[in-house]
Each structure stands twice: as structure tokens, then as C-alpha cells.
């Protein structure tokens, strides 16, 4: 490699690695344990590649980086919540939450710094998108929060949850190929039943996702099901209205046979009344399904408002008479930014 640009080391794969040390005159097995060091273990400095010889330690530092991401700033909510700014090896930052309940540590990652669709109830929204993160990056806030698990609480991390910046499926191969990494066991050995990624819905990718033959679960951000709701929530949907995400989720079910979640925020006037609510209830039917519905978080003084808790017990009773399993979630970690929808680096606009 000419110049002083190295490169980053865990963009290579198993394979390139083993091409490295071949070349190098090397033995191909070298090449599993640096992996192991890596991604299992996460190293961020060769040196402390204990089985490495001092000269192939060289040899990769002449060549090679580590890219890690660095916890920035982490903070604590009230409700055991953890929220870590994380910066990534050219400055930019995302966050990540860790959220402890009884049964479960889940980590929520991001997909991407900032993020390009407009939905308009959305913090991160207001945030341009800058970049796609790289596999390694979305993988190192798995591993982040993971050790904070064990760390704060003395427990494991049982699930992750793609519900922090960005849009996962317009960062479809990093995305994937960090899931990888997170389930395999040279990385991490996490069932991929525990892994939820979310969508806005983007129906050409829902296909993909399931022509790919992927194994873990799938979220949607419904929000409302009228097109003409949902175009004012969320953009997008004007051009990927409910009857293609409909279609692409059929083919989902029908390749996948797993049920999809619908996350659903209820508005004070804009869908808490009877008619929203039956049209969520036939949507449900198109496939298995379970609703989750989450709680506003404001993000600023516009013109949203979190729906009655009368408009949401109706909302609950309307879906159960259709047969349908809908769960009222807690906001948590609000106090610190931490919820559905705050994620906004606002601790760094803050310091600008
Ligand atoms: N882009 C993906 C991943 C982000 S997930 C997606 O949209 O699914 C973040 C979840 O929080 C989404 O369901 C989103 O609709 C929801 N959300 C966004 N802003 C919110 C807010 N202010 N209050 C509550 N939920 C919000």
C-alpha cells in the first residue's frame, strides 16, 4: 500500500485477511486469530494481540488502522436508562441507548449520522443525514453497551433493537453485514430472533430483506394507516403509499412466515379518533402483526401533542375486538433525550 492513508483494518473480511498474510508469507491461520482479536474481543491496539508475534504486530501497523468508536459522553436517566454519545473515528457522533427492564437489556443502535427522511414528529429528522455507518461502527455500539451491562446492572445484553439514528434499510449492507458480525460466533453469537430492525416502510427493501432470507424481526413506523395521515407524518410515504408497503409486507410473511410489529405514535387530532383507529385494526389483518404503541416524546413546542389517555384506551379495546395484540410502551429514558424520536446529539449542537 503507497502513502500514509492506511486502512481500516475490520473492512477487510476473513477471506482478504487470509489473501494479506498468504501474501505476506504468512500462515493463513494467522489471519483467524487477529479476526478473533478483532471482532470477538473487540481489541482497539494491535500491541495488545497477546499471540501475535511483535514482528506481524508491526507489519499490521505499517498497513492497518483501527477504527474504533469512542464513548463520548454517557448519560444516566432516572429510570436506569443509559444514553452514550458516541464519536466515530472522523469526529462525526451518533447515539445509542442501553434500556433495562426486569426481563430484558435491550441496546437501541444507530444506522446512519442523522438521517434523510423527514418525518415531522422526528428529532433526528432535523438533522441532516451526513453518512451511512460502517459495519464495525454499529457493531462497536453493540459491544459498547454490552459492557455497560455487564457493568452497571451485572447482566447480559439480550436484544438490540436498530431504532436509534437513521434508516437501517438505506444503509441496507452495513447493516446487514454488522448483524453478521453480531450473530456469528466470531463475533458475538447474539440469536438473530433477539435483533429487531425498524423501518419507515420502504417497500422495494422489504422485498429484498426477504429474498435475503434474513432471520430476525421486522418493525414498521405505521403511525397511521391512511394514506393521507401518513403522507403528513411522514413523507415518504407519498411515494411508497400503504398499498406497496402492504404488498411488500405480504411478501414478507410469505417468505419469511415471521409477524411484523407496527409502531404507532397516537396525536391529539390528527389520528386518535374511531376512524384511524378501525383502519389500523384492517391493516393489521393483512398480515400476523402486533402493535406497539409508543408514546409521544415532545421534541419541541409544534404542533404535536401525545392523544388522550381515553383516544389511546379506545385505540387498545378497538384493536382487541379485531383480534389484535396491541402493547401500551413506556417512554424511557426521557429525561435525558434518550426516547423514541429525541435522538438529536443535542448535548454537541449544544456546545457548538
Ligand atoms: N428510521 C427507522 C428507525 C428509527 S426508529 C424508523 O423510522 O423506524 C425510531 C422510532 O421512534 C420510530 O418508530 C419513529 O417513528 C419513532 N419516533 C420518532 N419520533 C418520535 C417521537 N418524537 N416520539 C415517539 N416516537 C418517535
Known amino acids: 500500500m503507497e502513502g500514509n492513508t492506511k486502512q481500516d483494518i475490520r473492512k477487510l473480511s476473513?477471506?482478504?485477511?487470509?489473501?494479506?498474510?498468504?501474501?505476506?508469507?504468512?500462515?493463513?491461520?494467522?489471519?483467524?486469530?487477529?479476526?478473533?482479536w478483532l471482532w470477538h474481543k473487540s481489541?482497539?491496539?494491535?500491541?495488545?494481540?497477546?499471540?501475535?508475534?511483535?514482528?506481524?504486530?508491526?507489519?499490521?501497523?505499517?498497513?492497518?488502522?483501527?477504527?474504533?468508536i469512542q464513548v463520548d459522553l454517557m448519560q444516566h436517566s432516572t429510570d436506569g436508562t443509559i444514553k452514550n454519545a458516541v464519536k466515530l473515528f472522523d469526529d462525526k457522533i451518533v447515539e445509542s441507548v442501553l434500556?433495562?427492564?426486569?426481563?430484558?437489556?435491550?441496546?437501541?443502535?444507530?444506522?446512519?449520522?442523522?438521517?434523510?427522511?423527514?418525518?415531522?414528529f422526528c428529532a433526528t429528522a432535523r438533522l441532516k443525514r451526513m453518512r451511512n455507518l460502517n459495519p464495525d461502527e454499529i457493531y462497536d455500539q453493540v459491544v459498547a453497551i454490552k459492557e455497560e451491562a455487564e457493568t452497571y446492572f451485572s447482566r447480559p445484553l439480550t436484544n438490540i433493537v436498530f431504532m436509534g439514528m437513521g434508516e437501517p434499510l438505506l444503509n441496507y449492507n452495513n447493516v446487514l453485514s454488522a448483524i453478521d458480525k453480531i450473530t456469528s460466533p466470531e463475533g458475538l453469537g447474539m440469536a438473530p430472533r433477539r435483533i429487531t430492525l425498524s423501518t419507515v416502510g420502504i417497500p422495494k427493501m422489504i422485498r429484498k430483506m426477504a429474498d435475503?432470507?434474513?432471520?430476525?424481526?421486522?418493525a414498521v413506523s405505521l403511525h397511521a394507516a391512511i394514506n393521507e395521515?401518513?403522507?403528513?407524518?411522514?413523507?415518504i410515504n407519498a411515494t411508497n403509499?400503504?398499498?406497496d408497503l402492504a404488498e411488500s409486507l405480504q411478501y414478507w410473511y410469505q417468505k419469511t412466515k415471521r409477524k411484523v410489529t407496527y409502531?404507532?405514535?397516537?396525536?391529539?387530532?390528527?389520528?386518535?379518533?374511531?376512524?384511524?383507529?378501525?383502519?389500523?385494526?384492517?391493516?393489521?389483518?393483512?398480515?400476523?402483526?402486533?402493535?406497539?404503541i409508543i408514546q409521544y416524546n415532545p421534541i419541541d413546542e409544534g404542533e404535536f401533542r401525545q392523544a388522550s389517555q381515553d383516544a389511546v384506551n379506545r385505540y387498545v379495546r378497538i384493536l382487541e375486538n379485531h383480534g389484535i395484540i396491541a402493547k401500551v410502551r413506556k417512554s424511557r429514558g426521557q429525561d435525558i433525550d434518550a426516547a423514541c424520536g429525541q435522538l438529536a446529539n443535542k448535548n454537541e449542537v449544544a456546545a457548538l
Open 43 to 68: 481489541l482497539k491496539n494491535f500491541d495488545d494481540m497477546s499471540n501475535i508475534s511483535k514482528a506481524t504486530r508491526e507489519l499490521l501497523k505499517e498497513h492497518f488502522d483501527i477504527n474504533h
Open 212 to 218: 435475503d432470507g434474513v432471520r430476525f424481526n421486522l
Open 99 to 120: 434500556i433495562p427492564t426486569s426481563k430484558r437489556i435491550t441496546a437501541c443502535v444507530s444506522s446512519q449520522v442523522g438521517c434523510s427522511l423527514d418525518c415531522n
Open 14 to 36: 476473513l477471506e482478504e485477511l487470509e489473501t494479506f498474510f498468504l501474501e505476506k508469507g504468512d500462515k493463513k491461520f494467522r489471519a483467524k486469530q487477529v479476526y478473533e
Open 263 to 292: 409502531e404507532y405514535v397516537i396525536w391529539d387530532g390528527i389520528n386518535d379518533d374511531e376512524k384511524h383507529a378501525v383502519a389500523l385494526a384492517k391493516f393489521c389483518k393483512i398480515i400476523p402483526s402486533k402493535v406497539n
Open 241 to 243: 403509499p400503504l398499498e
Open 229 to 235: 395521515t401518513r403522507t403528513r407524518l411522514m413523507p
